[in-house]
Structures are given as structure tokens and as C-alpha cells.
């Protein structure tokens, strides 16, 4: 997946690969740039009943691909952690492939957009986008 969609009109790079201080074991961890971040574009677009959406889908060329978005789905078995009032929302079937990983935004002249340092990859494309 090259572009997260996290609106119906705006998208976001992200990559699979960064490193953070951060660290966790239980769960997605949301570092304080991304919840910063997360809760500037959901004021942006004025609604508060959106949560951070992060799944993992079958697909790329490595098997899995993550997918972030904006979501005000609440479904059975949703695992839903809150950081600093910005909802993060996993499936019961992508928890176990998310659990311990780090969500973060980088914004440099290289790179901008969302990162997930997943110590559950095995491996990852070259494009960075998805992972085994």
C-alpha cells in the first residue's frame, strides 16, 4: 500500500520502516508526533467521532499490507486504545499482527507522512509497503 487513506479525500505516505525510542509490548503504541498529528487532521475535517483505524490486509508483494484511516465503525472485538483523546482502534484479526508496533509521523525534507516500526514483520518489500 503506498498511500494510507485516512479521509475520503486525503492521503498520507507511510512506511514500514523507522526507528523510535518508544516502546511497547501490548498492543499499538501511538507516539505523541503521531496522536499530535492524528488530532490535527481530525479537527481539521471538525468531527470527533472519528478513531485511528489500523488494520492489516492481505496483499503487497510480501503477503500483508497495513492500512490506517479515519473510522466511526465500532465492531465486535475492536481493540481500542486512547492517546492524549485520539482514538486508535485494531480488528480482533490484526491485533496479533500489530501488537507492539509503533505508529509515528516523521516530517523532514526526505520523508513526511506515517511510519509503523513492527517488530512482528518478518521481512518487508523493497517498496517498504508491506510485509511478511
Aim: charged share 25%.
Amino acid at each position: 500500500m503506498l498511500f494510507p487513506q485516512l479521509t475520503a479525500s486525503k492521503e498520507f505516505p507511510m512506511s514500514a520502516d523507522t526507528t523510535t525510542e518508544a516502546t511497547v509490548t501490548d498492543g499499538i503504541l501511538l507516539t505523541d508526533t503521531a496522536a499530535s498529528k492524528v488530532k490535527a487532521l481530525l479537527d481539521a475535517e471538525g468531527r470527533d467521532d472519528l478513531a485511528l483505524r489500523v488494520a492489516v490486509q492481505p496483499g503487497g508483494c510480501s503477503g500483508l499490507r497495513y492500512q490506517l484511516f479515519f473510522d466511526d465503525r465500532s465492531l465486535d472485538g475492536d481493540v481500542v486504545k486512547d492517546f492524549g483523546g485520539v482514538g486508535v482502534v485494531t480488528d480482533r484479526m490484526s491485533a496479533p499482527y500489530l501488537s507492539g508496533a509503533t505508529i509515528d509521523f516523521v516530517d523532514t525534507i526526505e520523508k513526511q507522512g506515517f511510519t509503523i516500526d513492527n517488530p512482528n514483520a518478518t521481512g518487508s518489500c523493497a517498496c517498504g509497503d508491506s510485509f511478511h
